[in-house]
């Protein structure tokens, strides 16, 4: 059985050119994907940020006397950061803490709105908070293939690919065969136990990859490749789990259009629940 795609060159430059910084589209460039396209690829991924009860967003404003005029708000990949920079918050400034909440947002919402105001310069930026274990993680991974690790900055990602033929894993996900990129190493190393379990004579043949987020993103609207659309963000397994519970507990799963129960603002709509790829190698050509 095969599980692998080869890697084209827009999907290899996933493993350089690192860059970080605010999430913002460069409107100079035209996209390889579609905007609705780059949108589709971010929506089931629930990101959180620390907002009032109407979804407004709490933001650092830059102090009188500063150069830069932009302001800025954290987005963070794992809700128990978000949670214990709350109560932090709570302890340092109780009375402004009181009024704000960890919301869940569609990572597509925090996209679209920086694609939105990427012309303004005095429009809010958004500051993507990784979770420090997979940063530690992504790091020893670079190490361990000779790449510089003390370089990366930025959100990690993990992909598995072969060391023999340079292709990428796939999977089965519905009729079709995707790229599962994961939010955790933990989660893709599970993935890579059940492939190996299926076909064990991959187990010395899959490496796992590391690129950031931010890298990622800019891939999509800048790089001109099929496979891109093949792409899957799998969130990580904390933040499914979290999201399941925002479901209604009769009736199973909501439809589509359906509210969640604890449904914040318009602004801040949890994702739909992401369900982990399921694992089936494809059959050798």
């Known amino acids: ?4 795609i080869r890697r084209s060159a827009a999907l290899a430059s996933l493993v350089g050119g690192l860059w970080f910084g605010s999430l913002a589209a460069d409107q100079t460039q035209a996209l390889a994907l579609t905007e609705p396209q780059v949108v589709e690829r971010l929506r089931a991924v629930p990101v959180f940020a620390i907002t009032d009860a109407n ?7 830059p102090e009188a006397g500063q150069t830069e005029t932009t302001s800025v708000t954290g987005v963070f990949i794992s809700r128990q950061d978000a949670q214990q920079f709350l ?8 009375q402004l803490a009181n009024n704000i909440r960890v919301t869940p947002v569609s990572l597509a919402e925090v ?3 920086a694609v939105a105001n990427a012309n303004n310069s005095t429009a809010l930026n958004f500051y993507f908070v990784p979770m420090r274990q997979q940063v530690e993680s992504a790091i020893t991974v670079l190490e361990r293939n000779g790449q510089n690790g003390e370089d990366f900055e930025g959100v990690p990602l993990f992909f598995a690919e072969s060391t023999r033929t340079g292709g990428y894993l796939t999977i089965q996900q519905g009729d079709q065969r995707v790229i599962p990129i994961f939010f955790s190493q933990e989660d893709l190393q599970g993935m890579m136990a059940r492939v190996t379990q299926q076909e064990p004579t991959l187990a010395s043949q899959i490496r796992i990859q590391v690129t950031s987020l931010e890298n990622l993103i800019g891939i999509l609207q800048q790089e001109d490749s099929e496979d891109l659309n093949r792409i899957v963000l ?3 397994r904390e933040t499914l789990d979290f999201i399941r519970t925002l479901q209604p507990a009769a009736g199973g799963q909501p439809r589509p259009g359906q509210s969640p129960a604890a449904r914040p603002s318009p602004a801040a709509r949890p994702a739909p629940a992401a369900q982990p790829p399921a694992v089936r190698p494809s059959p050798t050509p």
Do not use: C, E, H, I
Not at 1 to 4: C, E, G, I, K, R
């Open 234 to 236: 799998v969130p990580p």
């Open 1 to 4: 059985m095969q599980s692998f």
């Open 111 to 113: 996209y679209q709105l």
């Open 87 to 94: 109560d932090n918050l709570k302890t340092q400034q109780p």
């Open 55 to 61: 979804g407004t967003p709490l933001v650092a404003t």
